[in-house]
């Protein structure tokens, strides 16, 4: 069984809280600690590339080189794409959402955000990373 961690945002304090999240509880109204002040973020149970833990609100880089779909062949041309991570209920798993608001209609894979993917910041500390479009292809 894996661990469920989660990570807050303060909109007030505009800061990250990532360790030993401590939330009490009101006999009367839940949680007290968790008003609309915070945004919650689960741990995806991945890691990136760089060994980093992926979480919702993640703002990841993929880049892969371009082949040829009819034979395979590799094309020396590099693609790159920034997305965001977030919550599918369609798919019941984490997926991508791209600058355009399209959600991908995959689940996160183990075996590809650990070779292919890198954490380049999150939606509220980096919300620049998503305002243009960030696909390109090069050589």
């Not at 609309?36 to 149970?45: C, F, V």
Request: glycine share 8%.
């Amino acid at each position: 069984m894996r661990e469920i961690k989660f990570r807050a945002w303060n909109k007030i304090t505009r800061k990250m809280i990532t360790d030993h999240l401590s939330w009490g509880l009101e006999l009367n109204f839940g949680f007290s600690n968790l008003t609309s002040n915070w945004i919650m973020m689960q741990s995806t149970g991945l890691l990136d590339k760089q060994g980093k833990e992926v979480f919702e609100g993640d703002v990841l880089l993929v880049q892969s080189e371009l082949i040829l779909i009819r034979t395979g062949e590799k094309t020396g041309k590099m693609s790159s794409k920034k997305y965001q991570v977030v919550w599918s209920d369609k798919i019941a798993g984490f997926c991508g959402k791209d600058e355009q608001g399209k959600i991908s209609g995959w689940a996160m894979s183990k075996d590809i955000v650990e070779k292919f993917h890198k954490i380049i910041g999150n939606i509220y500390e980096n919300p620049e990373l998503l305002e243009e479009t960030n696909v390109t292809a090069c050589k």
